[in-house]
């Protein structure tokens, strides 16, 4: 069984910088890549930035030069740098894991329950 955790989130001013992190817990997988989704009531959750398990990284064009995602392997940890916030940054932040589950090698797909940003002007 695998669990994801985000935390950091909370009220910052525009311009300001946060960091996001979340951990999966849990035995049994491979990783394959972590995202970072946002979402806005009403809205779809959409993604923002993801790292592969090589390291390759993609971000959405809104958050490109703003927000840097990071991993630590040894700590199945990931990490959203996200720097010169913007009031329409603000929104729940949900992390998922992109995995392989290591004894039949069937897909795992899991969510956190996300954390809240928001961005006041």
């Known amino acids: 069984q695998v669990q994801l955790k985000e935390s950091g989130g909370g009220s910052v001013q525009a311009g300001g910088s946060l960091r996001l992190s979340c951990v999966a817990s849990g035995t049994g997988f491979t990783m394959n890549a972590m995202t970072w989704y946002r979402q806005t009531p009403g809205k779809q959750r959409d993604l923002v930035a993801e790292i592969e398990s090589g390291g390759s990284t993609r971000y959405a064009d809104s958050v490109k030069g703003r927000f840097t995602i990071s991993m630590d392997n040894t700590k199945n940890t990931i990490y959203l740098q996200m720097n010169s916030l913007k009031p329409e940054d603000t929104a729940v932040y949900y992390c998922?894991?992109?995995?392989?589950?290591?004894?039949?090698?069937?897909?795992?797909?899991?969510w956190g329950q996300g954390t809240l940003v928001t961005v006041v002007s």
């Open positions: 998922n894991l992109d995995a392989t589950r290591n004894y039949d090698a069937r897909a795992l797909d899991a």
